[in-house]
Nanobody
Framework: QVQLVESGGGLVQPGGSLRLSCAAS???????MTWYRQAPGKQRESVAT???????SYADSVKGRFIISRNDANNTVYLQMNSLKPEDTAVYYC?????????WGQGTQVTVSS
């Protein structure tokens, strides 16, 4: 089974940027890839999705600030996060969804604070 490993989280000041990476141990070709996040005391929510065609969708709260991309050649999905706000603080998870399976990474912490 494919495993997902997120990286790139950390502490950043409001207005700053971070780039998250999600590296898969196997091929992600043909699968839908989504970044989710979960803040303390809140439900996990979808942040950004990229489909196998390359089309994308975003939560309203991040539209215009975050960009999701994928590199199928190296089995990696990225989330470029700009103009970060304190309310973006959460654990960010990568998800792979195929026709038969859904796989999660272990998450990476993003903290936006001055």
């Amino acid at each position: 089974q494919v495993q997902l490993v997120e990286s790139g989280g950390g502490l950043v000041q409001p207005g700053g940027s971070l780039r998250l990476s999600c590296a898969a141990s196997g091929s992600i070709i043909g699968n839908v890839m989504t970044w989710y996040r979960q803040a303390p005391g809140k439900q996990r929510e979808s942040v950004a999705t990229i489909f196998r065609t390359g089309s994308t969708s975003y939560a309203d709260s991040v539209k215009g600030r975050f960009i999701i991309s994928r590199n199928d050649a190296n089995n990696t999905v990225y989330l470029q996060m700009n103009s970060l706000k304190p309310e973006d603080t959460a654990v960010y998870y990568c998800n792979l969804r195929s026709t038969t399976n859904a796989i999660w990474g272990q998450g990476t912490q993003v903290t936006v604070s001055s």
